[in-house]
């Protein structure tokens, strides 16, 4: 299985980038704005993710743990034999946060290709969240 983990310092309370990563349903639009057009429900606990280039991901909520700013979700589709993804929050002083985006999946060459991709999306989702200004609601 391959692991692909970035980390990013963001210059906001953690408080309030939780609120925005923990939204199941509407946090990619919040994080991703531009890079994602549509995010909905399906069935319970599986959302369908709308790309800006008309690319549809379906993902399906595993935990979310609010105590400890993580939440987990899988990519499903063809695509993929198996795949974890996580965020977690962690304070860093009062109005910084780090947050921590891992990808667990299957098959390993996937990886690369999640490399490019989460290092493309981490600075639109750092721009986003940080203050002064909340990430935005839909």
Same mark, same amino acid.
């Given at each position: 299985m391959g692991t692909v983990s970035r980390e990013i310092a963001i210059d906001a309370a953690p408080e309030k980038v939780w609120d925005a990563i923990s939204d199941f349903v509407n946090g990619p639009l919040r994080m991703g704005p531009g890079v994602f057009t549509g995010s909905r429900l399906v069935e319970p606990g599986v959302r369908e993710l709308t790309f800006a280039d008309g690319t549809v991901a379906r993902e399906r909520l595993i935990s979310r743990d609010e105590q400890a700013r993580r939440m987990v979700w899988g990519w499903i589709g063809?695509?993929?034999?198996?795949?974890? %993804?996580? !965020?977690?929050?962690?304070?860093?002083?009062?109005?910084?946060?780090?947050?921590?985006w891992t990808h667990d999946t299957l $098959?390993?060459?996937?990886?690369?290709?999640?490399? %490019?991709? !989460?290092?493309?999306?981490?600075?639109?989702?750092?721009?986003?969240?940080?203050?002064?200004?909340?990430?935005?609601? $839909?």
């Open positions: 063809d695509e993929v034999e198996h795949d974890n %993804t996580s !965020m977690q929050v962690f304070a860093d002083g009062t109005e910084r946060s780090r947050l921590v $098959p390993d060459e996937l990886t690369g290709w999640l490399s %490019t991709a !989460m290092d493309q999306l981490l600075p639109v989702f750092q721009k986003a969240l940080r203050s002064p200004g909340e990430a935005q609601r $839909p």
